[in-house]
């Protein structure tokens, strides 16, 4: 019987553009409390999510990153001495084309010591388009390339750290769900060969 695959999904910590509801602070960084959220993921997962998942991929926004090296460490360095670095996949972008989702360049953010060491390959030049593929109507043909990306990938626990709208669609969970920041939950595939490669709660959170 084939292992089941799990996916925890992780929104970010509490970004600068959180405080206020303020959409136009371009690419924001996590607040003070947004660090400390990060820190409680990394005491609550580091003795089980840290020590079993084989993946670990964020979006390659400044916040979802710092909430990625901030609450996954143990994880990272694992992988690294693997040689599988941190994946940012550009796909995971959050829906809107608000300042507050558009980030940097990957020439930009390789330049950045924070995330030395990060593999960009999956990081397009036209990620920040606010048209065609990015542009927020053709949302579900993003989260379907993710999710069947994930699904077709041979690791068998995989963290992703999103965003909130977008995890909401590739969860196909109602938007008026409350899905906090650094908040975990836990999914697996419904089926090995559906087409939309759908994912289904497994636990309620963690």
Same mark, same amino acid.
């Given at each position: 019987?084939?292992?089941?695959? $799990?996916?925890?999904?992780?929104?970010? &910590?509490?970004?600068?553009?959180?405080?206020?509801?303020?959409?136009?602070?371009?690419?924001?960084?996590?607040?003070?409390?947004?660090? +400390? +959220? &990060?820190?409680? !993921?990394?005491?609550?997962?580091?003795?089980?999510?840290? %020590?079993?998942?084989?993946? /670990?991929?964020?979006?390659?926004?400044? #916040?979802?990153? +710092?909430?990625?090296? !901030?609450?996954?460490?143990? /994880?990272? =360095?694992? $992988?690294?001495?693997?040689?599988?670095?941190?994946?940012?996949?550009?796909? $995971? #972008?959050?829906? =809107? %084309?608000?300042?507050?989702?558009?980030?940097?360049?990957?020439?930009?953010?390789?330049?950045?010591?924070?995330?030395?060491? !990060?593999?960009? =390959?999956?990081?397009?030049?036209?990620?920040?388009?606010?048209?065609? *593929?990015?542009?927020?109507? %053709?949302?579900?043909?993003?989260? #379907?390339?993710?999710?069947?990306?994930?699904? &077709?990938?041979?690791?068998?626990?995989?963290?992703?750290?999103?965003?909130?709208?977008?995890?909401?669609?590739?969860?196909?969970?109602?938007?008026?769900?409350?899905?906090?920041?650094?908040? !975990?939950?836990?999914?697996?595939?419904?089926?090995?060969?559906?087409?939309? &490669?759908?994912?289904? /709660? *497994?636990?309620?959170?963690?």
């Amino acid at each position: 019987m084939t292992p089941r695959k $799990l996916i925890y999904l992780v929104r970010h &910590a509490e970004g600068d553009h959180n405080v206020g509801n303020d959409s136009s602070i371009p690419d924001p960084s996590l607040t003070t409390l947004g660090k +400390q +959220q &990060a820190e409680h !993921i990394n005491k609550s997962t580091s003795h089980n999510i840290q %020590n079993t998942a084989d993946l /670990l991929v964020s979006s390659p926004l400044i #916040r979802t990153l +710092q909430t990625t090296l !901030i609450g996954f460490p143990r /994880l990272k =360095s694992r $992988l690294e001495r693997a040689g599988k670095p941190l994946i940012a996949v550009a796909r $995971l #972008r959050e829906v =809107s %084309n608000s300042p507050c989702n558009l980030g940097k360049s990957r020439e930009s953010l390789e330049k950045l010591d924070e995330f030395r060491g !990060i593999d960009f =390959s999956f990081v397009e030049d036209d990620w920040n388009l606010k048209e065609g *593929y990015f542009a927020p109507e %053709n949302i579900l043909a993003r989260v #379907r390339w993710v999710r069947r990306w994930l699904r &077709a990938r041979p690791e068998q626990a995989i963290v992703v750290v999103a965003h909130g709208h977008f995890l909401r669609a590739m969860t196909d969970i109602d938007e008026r769900d409350d899905w906090g920041n650094a908040e !975990i939950r836990s999914f697996t595939f419904a089926k090995e060969d559906d087409e939309d &490669a759908e994912l289904r /709660l *497994y636990e309620p959170h963690i």
